[in-house]
């Protein structure tokens, strides 16, 4: 299976920063989920609740993050690049870089998430339309 690449232009907010004017690392992963639920909604017509109203959530287990150089405050916007790199029975594994507009690297790394019945309250097998969302026929 070949992985879509999920590639968003994410606007930085003055809350982002922090006192000694650098995003602090707390936002990276909000950036990754919010460009893949905002190329989701821009391809496929699908935001959040509709994930949830069909019975689905995603939790993150793990984050590996590689920081390069800061975002600092005199920049505006971030590209970030993502891409489903493994599926395995409740597990999505998503490597993820974050750059400037020109193209320098901030940030790469990767997120391991499991998807979750939210009736049962627990974790189910990957739904085949996910598959679809996440990789090229």
């Given at each position: 299976m070949?992985?879509?690449i999920?590639?968003?232009?994410?606007?930085?907010?003055?809350?982002?920063?922090?006192?000694?004017?650098?995003?602090?690392?707390?936002?990276?992963?909000?950036?990754?989920?919010?460009?893949?639920?905002?190329?989701?909604?821009?391809?496929?017509g699908?935001?959040?609740?509709?994930?949830?109203?069909?019975?689905?959530?995603?939790?993150i287990?793990?984050?590996?993050?590689?920081?390069?150089?800061?975002?600092?405050?005199?920049?505006s916007?971030?590209?970030?690049?993502?891409?489903?790199?493994k599926?395995?029975?409740t597990?999505?594994?998503v490597?993820?870089?974050?750059?400037?507009?020109?193209?320098?690297?901030?940030?790469?790394?990767?997120?391991?998430?499991?998807?979750?019945?939210?009736?049962?309250?627990?974790?189910?097998?990957?739904?085949?339309?996910?598959?679809?969302?996440?990789?090229?026929?």
């Amino acid at each position: 299976m070949v992985p879509i690449i999920y590639e968003q232009n994410i606007d930085l907010h003055f809350s982002d920063f922090d006192m000694f004017g650098h995003v602090n690392s707390k936002h990276y992963v909000d950036y990754v989920v919010s460009s893949r639920f905002k190329y989701i909604a821009n391809t496929y017509g699908l935001n959040q609740r509709d994930f949830l109203n069909k019975g689905y959530g995603f939790y993150i287990t793990k984050t590996e993050m590689n920081f390069k150089k800061s975002i600092v405050n005199t920049i505006s916007n971030v590209d970030v690049k993502s891409w489903v790199e493994k599926i395995s029975d409740t597990l999505i594994k998503v490597p993820f870089e974050i750059k400037s507009e020109s193209g320098e690297v901030f940030c790469y790394g990767s997120f391991t998430c499991h998807t979750i019945d939210i009736k049962a309250g627990r974790t189910i097998e990957i739904p085949k339309f996910m598959e679809q969302i996440f990789f090229e026929n």
